[in-house]
Nanobody
Framework: QVQLVESGGGLVQPGGSLRVSCAASGFTFSSYAMSWYRQAPGKERELVAGITGVGLKINYADSVKGRFTISRDNTKNTVYLQMNSLRPEDTAVYFC?????????WGQGTQVTVSS
């Protein structure tokens, strides 16, 4: 059974940092590209960052470049998103996505709120 379980969300002040994690199981993790998406209230889900199976290629949304870092540990079947210099507009539910072999999977999401 495929599972993507996000954790690490919470409330943080503007300018602060947070790291969210996504633990995967039920598929060959290193064969799948992993991405983080986010969805704010009333807005469409958007891609935040992505990383290929062995981490050779990484991409970021322009809005998070220089502030967020995606990484993965294939020995732990986990992908991370380190978020620095957080802004109120980063407030959203953050979702983990796995894509490969013609299929994709989603996690249930973790709430990140940036507010003073």
């Amino acid at each position: 059974q495929v599972q993507l379980v996000e954790s690490g969300g919470g409330l943080v002040q503007p300018g602060g940092s947070l790291r969210v994690s996504c633990a995967a199981s039920g598929f060959t993790f290193s064969s799948y590209a992993m991405s983080w998406y986010r969805q704010a209230p009333g807005k469409e889900r958007e891609l935040v960052a992505g990383i290929t199976g062995v981490g050779l290629k990484i991409n970021y949304a322009d809005s998070v470049k220089g502030r967020f870092t995606i990484s993965r540990d294939n020995t732990k079947n986990t992908v991370y998103l380190q978020m620095n210099s957080l802004r109120p507009e980063d407030t959203a539910v953050y979702f983990c996505n796995a894509r490969g072999r013609g299929v994709q999977y989603w996690g249930q999401g973790t709430q990140v709120t940036v507010s003073s």
